[in-house]
């Protein structure tokens, strides 16, 4: 490990890329973005994978650095990959996601020009969809949400809010932590020209990830808002299960975290609440 990052001191930003039972795209992932320009340090963390991902990336990409959870953390492993991290900045990139050339050099610039910047929400474009030609220095300021597989942050940032919080799984992480993040002076913007390309998943996976979904609003809810504005969260979510089917399972989730939902309660700002309209709620 250490000559790994004696040969990358140099860099502003690591890759960090997550990956669960995906070998043949995270392998072609791996090339892609070792093809790209900057040399910068990969650090791969295998969720647990049952495939053969985590043999497979150790034969064909000695010179990156694979982390192997012992089981399924879900979104909370990236905080493993950024505890290894040794640069200013990060670059999260799940095995569905791809970064396009120059987007990090990018990402790299307007982070070392704006101190006061957590994350970078990074413009996604759809397998297929053609190059935008969207205002490359188009940037929108604070309360924007973002996509945890495909975003840059600054490393310490992430790291003083603790990453991403385990009991939530999968699933709406980045919420808490934007919340936590602007509470705490950090600005979150949107970088129209730092793109990543989004490759298709599977629907299985999209499905599981919304019923999740539905819980962990109601959890951060709980955790960062007001009563009154838990209790209204909390209903709208509960009548969006009902609509997809899984009324039952999404309430008896929401309930059975509830004591260490709230043994974590610490209600943020008005001005921090303000970024609702952005998350989701």
Excluded at 112 to 129: E, F, M, Q, T
Excluded at 183 to 192: F, K, L, P
Aim: with cysteine.
């Amino acid at each position: 490990m250490s000559i790994y990052l004696n040969e990358k001191a140099e860099a502003r930003v690591s890759i960090v890329v997550l990956t669960y039972n995906r070998r043949a795209r995270v392998l072609g992932l791996l090339r892609r973005l070792q093809a790209l320009a900057g040399d910068w340090p990969i650090i791969v963390v295998d969720n647990g994978s049952m495939d053969g991902t985590a043999a497979a990336v150790a034969a064909a990409f000695p010179s990156v650095l694979l982390i192997r959870a012992k089981r399924n953390l879900g979104a909370a492993a990236r905080n493993i990959g950024a505890a290894y991290v040794h640069t200013p900045y990060i670059a999260f990139c799940d095995d569905y996601m791809q970064w396009e050339p120059d987007a990090l050099e990018r990402g790299v610039r307007l982070l070392d020009g704006a101190p006061d910047v957590a994350v970078l929400s990074s413009r996604i474009w759809k397998d297929g969809d053609p190059a935008g030609d969207e205002d490359g220095g188009a940037q929108h300021p604070a309360f924007q949400g973002f996509l945890a597989g495909a975003c840059m942050v600054r490393t310490r940032a992430f790291c003083d809010v603790g990453g991403y919080w385990p009991p939530l799984f999968n699933g709406g992480e980045e919420v808490l932590m934007a919340l936590d993040l602007v509470e705490r002076g950090w600005r979150i913007v949107y970088a129209a020209d730092v793109v990543a390309r989004s490759l298709p998943s599977r629907r299985e996976e999209a499905d599981a990830r919304n019923r999740l979904l539905l819980r962990n609003v109601i959890w951060v809810a709980w955790m960062r808002l007001p009563m009154r504005a838990a209790w209204r969260i909390t209903a709208q979510q509960l009548r969006r299960a009902y609509r997809r089917r899984c009324l039952c399972r999404t309430a008896l989730g929401a309930i059975a975290g509830l004591p260490r939902v709230l043994s974590h309660r610490q209600v943020v700002s008005a001005a921090a609440q303000q970024m609702k309209p952005t998350l989701g709620f």
